[in-house]
């Protein structure tokens, strides 16, 4: 064998060299990928820790006399009476019946504290649908204030110092009889899909807000996708080459990348202060989120058009057919997968869009249910907003779970969105 | 009637409008010798007269709903005792607005008089008249307009032409809301930003180091002025998105560059969907990740080595931004990577270069300007970020290049200044107009180099 | 073996051929629709359609056994039984090939027949390809190139290739040229890069083009000048062979006759191997000429022999253009 430059030692010795950077560039490419995949491991892995415990709720099981008396009723029992009679106070009279022992006012305030303030509501609701049960006693299953849900479920430290703790020595120990006497459980917390706002966290729930979004939706899919379909098949399929279409075209890019926030200052001052449109209802929010999606839609519609070959166009017109009819007959079907895949992923942006509707009023306390687009709301990433805002540990826990059922929601029509894909793709 | 309600009321008029239409061309065929007399096929008549029937009507119930609020409320105003009208325009409008929340059974500001009870019931049977009155006049049109068209049905009428005009015009019109979008925008920022500039001058905004716009609000306060300079605002802007592009550059790329160059295609098919999910999570859930995660695990490192880590850090929203950004950063820069030609690393591997270097001297050189395009859109992006900052950055204006420090962002004021109770009229709201105008000029320059500069680069090797 | 005697210079025109003389047995590879197909303008001397019954192949016999001279006395590279498979689809097989020292080797074939497979597998390009599968042996200089112990960036520095597409990178011509130095570190500070970029771009005739514009992208090029540039980056790495892969397929005939006189100067200190559709190129630059066909060698020997006095069918149906 002969010796050349390349078979010299020098050159083993840098070849050698080169391989050990070559390792060295290779591995900082795995590290990049895995740490970014660390990055949604930890998200994830702290958001389901934190909020897998939401979805169950802590309930103390009261023995209930509906005592006239307590009530403050007398002999009433019309709805009125009914509705107005003292609740809070049997709620309380109950507590003290179950612990009699408990005197002075401090310990006793402790002591109301540890049955939630929604178990008088309850109550009412329970009388005011049968006013038979006045006079009688039942045991009804009442949720636990969010501190004491909290202590159940073991968030809350009992060797910490008693100062440095929301919850009490004395209401550990009554917890801790009521845990003996079997009273307490953990159930399903249905509260959380089927309440709204409120500011105890053991009755707050997401139902108000995701209804909001429904709603906001529906606007953004009733207008988005016509205007957006609509759009992409004049740019491109009869859209000339001139400057009015450029200025289209720049104005789509562009807007694809608009911060969102800038969006919300275009809604409050045009929708709300110019047309005069309620603040916090989800038509105005739609509004915005339909500008928002707007580009991804024409974007994902276009490349559907143009991925239709040609020459189903030209069979079309050859057949003598309009340029109208070939497309709604031919390209808008051949489109449509695409173009609805497009929509769904706008659709799944949107629902998780919260800045531009934080400028337009969304981000309001709304304790009731939206009846319809024009009722002020909020949506669930305004919800999660707000919640993450609160200081009660009871609260971490719910946005946490308010962040799965997003997520979920989110996944689930990203999945569709594939789903679609998969199934229609097709290759010309 | 409600508008939805009186929307598909004018839909069912619609399709009796097609229906009637389409009869009526069969009828004239009848006469003309056949279907395959007449132009156009009887559908496109019926298409014609329902067009007829709908969009004039959708025109009209459109500039009602757009004047109906405005027309009410000067009629309410007009009704008001002689004193009140006289107020200024600002007192006015809360007394307006009171009046509103009082027939809406909303909780008022002030105290209830009986004018404004009067007023109020007024202005309910005001929209009231209003709304059946824009039912009536809506549904007149939709019934002439169509009738109209019903009567041209011959023939001889070139129907299916003047629906593919309508349509056409329709679509003409849908491309053109892009434009109306940004037009939209940029008025709506500038004019406020104007009157805030008519209120403290320009300069004293984009070159001011003070910013305290929370005195304003009182005209006795002490420093009833406020202070809007925004020189700390731009600097926190810049601060995160400045950490931000050093965790999402180097890791965006290098990404892509390893699932683009080196990566099986089965490793690349598990990790770009994972990618992708980074991309997909929304932005307060990275919120709540910064605040509630990230911010306190650095502040506890921080306490362990002895540092002073304030607990709403810069570090923390611009990490977790920087996360946010990652897919961003990766997949427009596997685009380009992708775009290079074959034939350049064959060349390069021909002269026995190895992978690396390849890479880094051939494909790197060459997909350099649609990367840097791709990290101007990513800062664009890292500068507008909302719901990251306001959740986990603070307020406090601080001036400082410590990522340690609590530092605020443009996006974090306009929040702060826009969210709840606003005055029209005074430079506390008005600034967020500003701040706003600023963002968009800062954003709209940049996506404009961006999307120019991966254009031309796009260009170059198609 | 059918051999026939029959003379035919590649001048000559089509015999006219009875249409049931060669019966249809199996279509030809097309162009294009295999991985491995040679890609491309087609060869400058093709035969006409109407005249070129060009289905009308027999099909190979499985026992075929290469006809002529495989071996030489003092080989550069060697190749014994090299087979390709791309997936479970059969690239070339049983290809036993010498290559002479300061030679050069043509390498002709109808599309996809497997002479640029065969001419990747000399540097190992193919490594670069997912699903390609190399076996046999090949040596240089007496050494395995797939020796574990052999690292293919050095083989790759021996063995240098140009391609069908002229690629310059996007940097500058004097980049371009001093790339591949630079990278094996066979350079040291500038004046030694300058000699070594003026001594490459003066071997492919390139500089008295380029001398005052050596800053300027390579890609600015006319495309023969890129093709230039290209054998300068190849020459530059001092390899020991040179492949070239078609590589005046893109260029027009002036620019072709300035590579092809270059090829014959660069026989004094380089092996050459080069894939090529035309025939005349074939007998113009080479001393020996080897016919792929259907992913085996048919036949190889001195370039004036095979073209004269082919011994195999196959050979003479493919010069005489009765298919291509």
Known sequence: MRTSVHTSEAMARRLAKRRAAERRFRAYGI????????????????????????????????????????????????????????????????????FPDVKGRKDKRALYGIVSSGAAFMIRERLLADPGLVGRTERIRVPADDDIDMLVKGHIDRQVPEAERRVKDNQIGWVETLEEAG??????????????????????????????????????????????????????????????????????????????????????????????????????????LTLMTLPTIIIASRAALKSVPPSIREAALGMGASKMQ??????????????????????????????????????????????????????????????????ERAFVERTSAAIMVLLAFLITMNALAVVLRRRFERRW | MSGPALILVLLAFSAVAFHLGRRRAFAVSASAGGVKNLHSLPSYYGGLTALWCALPAVVVLGLWVSFESSIVENLVVAGLPEETRALPPERLNLVVNDIRNLAEGNIVSGEVVPEMRAAADHYLELRRTAAA????????????????????????????????????????????????????????????????????????????????PQMAIREDQVGSSGAFGAIPLFAGTLLISFIAMTVAAPIGLFAAIYLAEYATSAFRSVAKPVLEILAGIPTVVYGFFAA???????????????????????????????????????????????????????????????????IRQVVLPAALPGIVGGLLLAISRAIGETMIVVMAAGLAANLTANPLQAVTTVTVQIVTLLVGDQEFDSPKTLVAFALGLVLFVVTLCLNVIALRVVRKYREQYD | MNVTAERMSISTPHPPTPAGLFPITRSGPESGSEPWADS??????????????????????????????????????????????????????????????NEVLAMIGPSGCGKSTFLRCLNRMNDTIDICRVSGSIKLDGEDIHDPRLDVVQLRARVGMVFQKPNPFPKSIYDNVAYGPRIHGLVDGRRETDAIVERSLQKAGLWDEVRDRLEQPGTGLSGGQQQRLC?????????????????????DPIATARIEGL??????????????????????????????????????????????????KLTEDYITGRFG
């Open chain 2, 292 to 358: 509630l995660i990230v911010a306190p695990a650095i502040r506890d490192t921080g306490a362990i080595i002895g540092l002073d880590v304030a607990s709403e850090s810069a570090l923390a929203a611009g990490l977790v931004m920087g996360v946010m950004i990652i897919p961003f950063v990766s997949s427009l820069s596997d685009d380009v990577i992708n775009a290079v030609p074959q034939a350049l690393r064959d060349g390069s591997y021909a002269l026995g270069a190895t992978r690396s270097e390849t």
């Open chain 1, 326 to 391: 070939t497309i709604t007959h031919h390209v808008l079907p051949l489109a449509m997968p695409g173009m609805l895949t497009g929509t769904i992923i706008g659709m799944a942006q949107a629902l998780g869009e919260s800045a531009p509707l934080l400028m337009i009023g969304m981000v309001a306390f709304i304790v009731d249910i939206p009846g319809g687009p024009l009722d002020p709301s909020t949506v669930l990433p305004v919800q999660i907003f707000l919640w993450a805002d609160s200081p």
């Open chain 3, 40 to 101: 491309g303008p087609g060869p400058l001397l093709e035969s006409e359609p109407e005249s070129a019954p060009g289905l009308s192949l027999e099909p190979v016999p499985d026992d075929i056994e290469t006809v002529g001279e495989a071996t030489v006395e003092r080989p550069r590279m060697t190749s014994r039984n090299v087979g390709v498979m791309y997936g479970d689809k059969m690239g070339i097989e049983r290809v036993s090939l010498d290559i002479g020292s």
């Open chain 3, 263 to 312: 090829i014959d100067e660069l026989r004094e200190n380089y092996t050459i191997v080069i894939v090529t559709h035309s025939m005349q190129q074939a007998a113009r630059v080479s001393q020996r000429t080897a016919y792929f066909h259907l992913g085996r060698l048919i036949e190889v020997g001195e370039t004036n022999h095979v073209f004269t006095n082919p011994r195999h």
């Open chain 2, 133 to 212: 009155a824009s039912a009536v006049v809506v549904l007149c049109v939709a019934i002439v307009g169509a009738s109209l068209a019903w009567r041209r049905v011959s023939p001889s009428l070139r129907a299916r032409n003047q629906v593919e005009q309508i349509v056409r015009v329709l679509l003409i019109a849908s491309s053109t809301v892009a434009i109306f979008s940004t037009l939209g925008i940029v008025l709506s920022v500038l004019f406020e930003a104007i009157r805030f500039f008519g209120h403290v001058p320009i300069a004293d905004f984009l070159f001011g180091l003070d910013w305290s």
């Open chain 3, 231 to 251: 054998i300068a980056r190849a020459i530059a790495v001092s390899p020991e062979v040179i492949l070239m892969d078609e590589p005046c397929s893109a260029l």
């Open chain 1, 31 to 98: 590290v990049a990928i895995t740490l970014a995949i660390l990055a949604l491991a930890t998200l994830f892995t702290s958001i389901v820790g934190n909020g897998y415990t939401a979805f169950q709720q802590t309930y103390i099981a009261l023995e209930v006399t509906y005592d006239p008396e307590v009530l403050g009723l007398g002999e009433a029992r019309d709805p009125k009476a009914l509705s107005g009679a003292n609740y809070p106070g049997l709620v309380k009279k109950t507590m003290r019946d179950m």
């Open chain 1, 183 to 288: 009273r307490i459980e953990r159930r399903f917390n249905t509260a959380f899909f089927t309440a709204g706002d409120s500011r105890e966290p053991e009755l707050a729930g997401i139902r108000g807000a995701a209804v909001g979004s429904l709603y906001a939706l529906l606007v953004t899919l009733a207008l988005s996708f016509p205007i957006g379909v609509a759009a992409a098949v004049y740019l491109e399929e009869f859209a000339p080459t001139n400057r009015l279409t450029d200025l289209i075209e720049v104005n789509i890019n562009n807007l694809a990348a608009v911060p969102s926030i800038i969006f919300g200052l275009l809604g409050l001052s045009i929708f709300i202060n110019f047309f005069g449109l309620p603040r916090s209802a989800p038509l105005v929010g739609g509004l915005v």
